[in-house]
């Protein structure tokens, strides 16, 4: 059964405009981490930002923040002030348990076209 | 600093041919993966392993074999390639511990293309 689903294969946005890209997961595990990739077009995979289950307050890392619903079990990715560079794929994924011994699941991601 | 190195980048195999991917890191991370990424799937695990001596399958193992040399080492084995393997290949390392630091890092990736 997949477990993260990104539902959105693409997305438009001008420049300097916020956009929001959903990502939702399915664990029974109460410890998971949830992750978000960055992927440009000359295909390297960069690390974005995180938010543990346990944490408190929703992450933010600069123009990158993360809406946590635990309860409807989303995690959306919120990019404000759009610039040019940020068209990529956007991945999210998620790591169960505690211990950090098991591998990333991945959704099927989604591209991001920022419009001048 | 070079992270996660994976050689080669490109590599087109007939079917049939066997081929090996290496990948190596140099951050002392514990565990380490091998994804596939094809259009519309996203990455899907082949192999990972958790730590030096230990490895599991992922969700897409057939077809693949892995080897974890040392800590630093860890490739991936096609015996007898088919086109139903063309994909990017990519190698990711992490730290093996508390959640919030256990973010992967990703080689180049490497585009295989199977004839």
């Known amino acids: 059964a997949q477990k993260i689903t990104q539902t959105q294969p693409g997305m438009f946005v001008q420049e300097k405009e916020a956009v929001t890209l959903d990502c939702t997961y399915d664990?029974?595990?109460?410890?998971?981490?949830l992750f978000w990739y960055k992927q440009p077009s000359s295909g390297e995979m960069i690390f974005l930002i995180y938010?543990?289950?346990?944490?408190?307050q929703n992450a933010t890392e600069g123009r990158y923040s993360l809406n946590f619903q635990k309860a409807r079990k989303s995690a959306n990715l919120v990019i404000s002030a759009s610039q040019l560079g940020d068209s990529a794929m956007y991945f999210c994924?998620?790591?169960?348990?505690?211990?950090?011994?098991?591998?990333?699941?991945f959704g099927s991601g989604t591209r991001l076209q920022v419009q001048p | 600093n070079a992270g996660v190195t994976q050689t080669p980048k490109f590599q087109v195999l007939k079917t049939g041919q066997s081929m090996t991917l290496q990948c190596a890191q140099d951050?002392?991370?514990?565990?380490m993966y091998w994804y596939r990424q094809d259009p519309g799937m996203g990455l899907r695990l082949i192999y990972y392993?958790?730590?030096?001596?230990?490895?599991d399958k992922g969700e897409v193992p057939n077809g693949y074999n892995v080897s974890r040399l040392n800590k630093r080492e860890f490739s991936l084995r096609l015996e007898s390639a088919a086109p139903s393997q063309t994909s990017v290949y990519f190698c990711?390392?992490?730290?093996?511990?508390?959640?919030?630091?256990?973010?992967?890092?990703f080689g180049q990736g490497t585009r295989l293309t199977v004839v």
């Open positions: 990711a390392s992490s730290v093996k511990g508390s959640l919030k630091n256990t973010e992967a890092f």
């Open positions: 664990t029974s595990d109460p410890s998971y981490g």
């Open positions: 938010q543990g289950s346990y944490d408190q």
């Open positions: 994924a998620m790591r169960e348990g505690g211990t950090g011994r098991r591998a990333l699941t």
């Open positions: 951050m002392n991370h514990n565990s």
């Open positions: 392993s958790a730590s030096e001596g230990t490895t």
